[in-house]
T-cell receptor, first 111, second 113 residues
C-alpha cells in the first residue's frame, strides 16, 4: 500500500470549515483513499472514501486532486465533537492485505 | 446492530501467562485484522485474515498468534505475554475488497506486568 503524509496537528474554530490535507504521491491507479477518525481511545470511525472523483456524505467531503497525489478532507462546519485524530490511508486492490495507518492529524476544534 | 465485538475491554495480566482476546463480527465480513496502538506510533497492524483458514502477518506480528476457524471470529492469542505488549488493541473487519470500509471494535486495553 502507498504511504501517506499528514500534518501532525491542526486547529479550527468551531463553526468554520476544517480542511485536513493528505499527501499520497506514490498512490497507484487501483488504490482508494480512505479517511477515518479516532476520538480519544475509541475504535477508529470510518468517515469517507474515494477513488478519483470528489465525494460527499453526511459527515464530510473528500476532494482528490486530478493527479491523485493528494487529497483534502473537509468538515464543513466543525464542532467541538469533531476534535479527534484523523487518519488518511490508501487501500490496495481486492486483496485488501496490509493497511498502514500512520500517526494521523490531531484536529483541535476550539470555541 | 452491525458491530465488531472485542472482549475483554480491559485486561491486566502477568508476564508469561497465556491469554486470548476475542473478536467477533456479525456482518459476514471476509476480512478481519488486529491492530495495536501505542503513544506516538499510531495504529500498527499485527495480523490479518482474508477468509477462513487464511491468515497473514502484518507489520508487528512477533509474540502474537491468530486463528480463523470460522468467519465471524478472529481471536488474538498471546502465548507468553511480555511487558512490551502492553498496549491498546483493536480488531477490525470489512468485506475485503478495496471499496469496503473497515469497521473497528471498541478496543482492549492490555497491561502486562
Amino acid at each position: 500500500d502507498a504511504k501517506t503524509t499528514q500534518p501532525p496537528s491542526m486547529d479550527c474554530a468551531e463553526g468554520r470549515a476544517a480542511n485536513l490535507p493528505c499527501n499520497h504521491s506514490t498512490i497507484s491507479g487501483n488504490e482508494y483513499v480512505y479517511w477515518y477518525r479516532q476520538i480519544h481511545s475509541q475504535g477508529p470511525q470510518y468517515i469517507i472514501h474515494g477513488l478519483k472523483n470528489n465525494e460527499t456524505n453526511e459527515m464530510a467531503s473528500l476532494i482528490i486532486t486530478e493527479d491523485r497525489k493528494s487529497s483534502t478532507l473537509i468538515l464543513p462546519h466543525a464542532t467541538l465533537r469533531d476534535t479527534a485524530v484523523y487518519y488518511c490511508i490508501v487501500r490496495d486492490t481486492g486483496t485488501a492485505s496490509k493497511l498502514t495507518f500512520g500517526t494521523g492529524t490531531r484536529l483541535q476544534v476550539t470555541l | 446492530e452491525a458491530q465488531v465485538t472485542q472482549n475483554p475491554r480491559y485486561l491486566i495480566t502477568v508476564t508469561g501467562k497465556k491469554l486470548t482476546v476475542t473478536c467477533s463480527q456479525n456482518m459476514n465480513h471476509e476480512y478481519m485484522s488486529w491492530y495495536r496502538q501505542d503513544p506516538g506510533l499510531g495504529l500498527r497492524q499485527i495480523y490479518y485474515s482474508m477468509n477462513v483458514e487464511v491468515t497473514d502477518k502484518g507489520d508487528v506480528p512477533e509474540g502474537y498468534k491468530v486463528s480463523r476457524k470460522e468467519k465471524r471470529n478472529f481471536p488474538l492469542i498471546l502465548e507468553s505475554p511480555s511487558p512490551n505488549q502492553t498496549s491498546l488493541y483493536f480488531c477490525a473487519s470489512s468485506l475485503g475488497h478495496r471499496n469496503s470500509p473497515l469497521h473497528f471494535g471498541n478496543g482492549t486495553r492490555l497491561t502486562v506486568t
